[in-house]
């Protein structure tokens, strides 16, 4: 664990999808993989969206926690029904460990020949490490607000901590907020 990155984890109950707004902070970087996690340990159930390419309309997937826990779609008035809607499937995957579900559940999309066409190959900064400032912002927050630690200084010590650890980020977001 790293003594001076924040490392906790966000439980965040909603996905964007094709929404330009953030909505109010509860928001992925997108493309997202329209996936839950649920469990702890080694026992695991992803929860994940489906939708055809073609379907993709949705401004974002929400996941209802609680004694009976749900999903939901918003489409804020994007979407024109005459008669019947067919809601995107479902897809319900154990695992024994939430990266091999997310994992298995993008195979899954891959087989069912739900994933976009790429038209070339990712560039090579899109498979390193992603760091986000905000983060460890908010975990400093106290008598100064989030926004207001976003400085070089901060970046520069934060980054170094990283860099002890052998983390060297391949995209670095300056205060995303």
């Known amino acids: 664990m790293l003594d001076d990155v924040y490392s906790g984890l966000a439980s965040v109950p909603r996905i964007t999808g094709i929404e330009p707004a953030f909505q109010g902070g509860d928001w992925f970087f997108t493309p997202a ?11 695991w159930l992803m929860a994940g969206l489906a939708p055809r390419v073609d379907k993709l309309d949705f401004g974002h997937f929400d996941y209802r926690d609680g004694e009976g826990w749900g999903m939901a779609l918003t489409y804020r008035g994007t979407l024109q ?9 479902i897809v319900l995957l154990p695992a024994d460990d939430a990266y091999r579900g997310l994992s298995a559940y993008s195979d899954w999309l891959g087989a069912a020949d739900r994933l976009p066409g790429t038209a070339h190959s990712p560039e090579d900064w899109w498979r390193g490490p992603i760091w986000c400032g905000w983060g460890e912002q908010v975990a400093r927050e106290g008598p100064h607000r989030a ?3 976003s400085s070089s200084r901060n970046y520069e010590h934060w980054l170094g901590v990283l860099a002890r650890q052998g983390v060297v980020p391949a ?3 300056v205060d995303d907020r």
Do not use: K
Not at 81 to 89: F, L, N, T
């Open 147 to 149: 926004r207001d630690l």
């Open 81 to 89: 029904v005459a008669g019947v809607w067919p809601s995107p499937d």
């Open 171 to 173: 995209t670095i977001v």
């Open 33 to 43: 993989p329209f996936a839950y996690g649920l469990g702890e340990d080694d026992r």
